[in-house]
């Protein structure tokens, strides 16, 4: 087989490495010189730097994205008993750290544009399941006081004698764009949930709410955030951070982070090791400097794109790219982070093979939705139960988007997909 013309990872961190090697090293050799390694000041630095970065009180800094959600719930009380909602066509961890808890999870399917979860589903799913009461069919649940429904529900899908409460809801902000949060607030408000952003993909993202332009994480009671080297704002290994406006659920994700600790060896609550360490820490306040220019830069890269796709012809002929919604409360536009550039395509397989062989890098994310997946064959879901995730499964592919990424690079990607698609 001849060799590619070009060869264009969908992520290249070694560019990214190359640009700010010296800050990056420097940094670390002040890390292991002083040998404090657990919290300390770098982490509360970098907590500060988030939170005045998001526009919130509290920034806790945790071990991962995944830990972030988990210490997140068990922050809420959220455990055995009680059903939290979310999308399921995210990562594993969003749905994983709903399980882990050991709380029931119950998933809602999103909106066809976006990818994310859609809020007059979020009710259909609620109300749903208040009519499943045993014996109360059609009951709408006690309006209990501050006029919250009061929600307990049998449902069929649990594979448990009695299903949870509903307690939480988790929207996810999938590829870098906020969900529309006005509405889903407004539903879990009405019906007393705890609101969870999973933000992992959505640094520094904005929703324009009627309360104003909002960043991503900072809607709900807590948002989390993840530090996967491959996110926007990535470390040299895992990381993570809740957000939050409530100093006592600051105070109490501190404690949780440290085995519920509240002095060394004397512990109030069962929490467990979900530190961020101060290498991550110091590695990532290096990058913090970088991350408003990077943003712009791939936003400018996802209008390139954007571009380019529609005067090649290829959206005419079915090629979906990446909507930027434009919310219904407000005229202006979200501000989406591009954490992945993600289109819809016809013949996805066959085109991502054929790109590979042309040396372009692409992702399915994510191939299977969480409904289907084997570990959650207990929940009793079955294919068709979600069909817009399903189909967007079927569809998506995430191509190369990194500052980096050069109009060359560009350019040879759309001659690919003009290739495949015959002209
Ligand atoms: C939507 C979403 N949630 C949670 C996570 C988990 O983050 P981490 O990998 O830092 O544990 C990720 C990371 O890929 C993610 O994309």
Known sequence: MKSPAMNIPILD?????????????????A???????????????????????????FAVGVSSGSDALIISLMALGVGAGDAVITTPFTFFATAGAIARVGAELV?????????????????????RRMKRKPGRAGSRGKKGRGGKRTLRATGRRTGREQAGQLKAVIPVHLYGQCAD??????????????????????IGSEYPSQRGVKKAGTMGALG??????????????????????????????????????????????????????ALQAAILRVKL???????????????????????????????????VAVYKNCGITNYHT?????????????????????GVGTSV???????????????????GDFPVSERAAKEVLALPMYAELTPDQQDYIISCFKQFYGN
């Open 181 to 202: 949060m006005d509405p889903i607030l407004a539903v879990a408000k009405e019906y007393g949930l705890a609101v969870v952003e999973d933000a992992a993909q959505a």
């Open 289 to 323: 400097r970088h991350l408003n220019a990077w943003q712009a830069m791939r936003r400018e890269r996802a209008t390139t794109y954007d571009r380019r796709f529609a005067e090649s012809g290829l959206v005419a002929a079915g090629l979906v790219k990446p909507p």
């Open 365 to 383: 994310f994510y191939p299977l939705p969480l409904h289907l997946q084997k570990c959650f064959a207990y929940l009793g879901y079955k294919r």
């Open 338 to 358: 591009f954490h992945q550039y993600v289109v819809r395509a016809k013949k996805r397989d066959a085109l991502q093979a054929f790109l590979k062989e042309k």
């Open 107 to 127: 998933f809602c399917d999103i909106d066809e544009r976006t990818f994310n979860l859609d809020s007059e589903r979020l009710r259909e799913v609620i109300e």
């Open 13 to 29: 961190l070694k560019a990214q490495y190359a640009a700010i090697r010296e800050e990056i090293n420097q940094k670390v050799l």
């Open 31 to 57: 890390i292991l010189d002083s040998q404090n390694f657990i919290l300390g000041a770098e982490v509360r630095a970098l907590e500060e730097e988030i939170a005045s970065l998001s526009g919130t009180r």
């Open 224 to 277: 989390t955030l993840s530090f996967y080297p491959s996110k926007n704002l990535g470390g040299c290994g895992d990381g993570g951070m809740v957000l939050t406006e409530s100093q006592k659920l600051a105070d109490k994700l501190r404690c949780l982070r440290q085995h519920g600790d509240t002095k060394k060896y004397y512990y109030k609550m069962l929490g467990g090791n979900f530190r961020l360490d």
